[in-house]
């Protein structure tokens, strides 16, 4: 069973910053690619941002650019989203997510979610 828990969220002012983490329970946890997504009120889930298995490559939906970064310590079995200049329209609920097996990346399709964790940022 695989499992993806999502901490980290709160409430922060225009601005500011937040951490959110990843722990996954993925038994090869370096052979996977891993990606963050969000989903705000009434919108559909969209994507965030992506790390390959090594953390050598990443990919950026374009409005975080430059104020968010993703990372991983395989190590610990976690990833990591740093968020920067935080807006209100970052508001929304994110979550952590992999795909079923090993995959080229960037991944097409992720299997596993994790319950997710809210991101409030208020003007």
């Known amino acids: 069973q695989v499992q993806l828990v999502e901490s980290g969220g709160g409430l922060v002012q225009a601005g500011g910053s937040l951490r959110l983490s990843c722990a996954a329970s993925?038994?090869?946890?370096?052979?996977?690619?891993m990606g963050w997504f969000r989903q705000a009120p009434g919108k559909e889930r969209e994507f965030v941002a992506a790390?390959?298995?090594?953390?050598?490559?990443?990919h950026y939906e374009d409005s975080v650019k430059g104020r968010f970064t993703i990372s991983r310590d395989n190590a610990k079995n976690t990833v990591y989203l740093q968020m920067n200049s935080l807006k209100p329209e970052d508001t929304a609920v994110y979550y952590c997510?992999?795909?079923?097996?090993?995959?080229?990346?960037?991944?097409?399709?992720?299997?596993?979610w994790g319950q997710g964790t809210q991101v409030t940022v208020s003007s």
């Open positions: 997510a992999a795909p079923g097996v090993p995959v080229p990346f960037p991944p097409s399709k992720y299997t596993y």
């Open positions: 993925l038994r090869t946890f370096s052979n996977y690619a």
């Open positions: 790390i390959s298995r090594t953390g050598i490559s990443t």
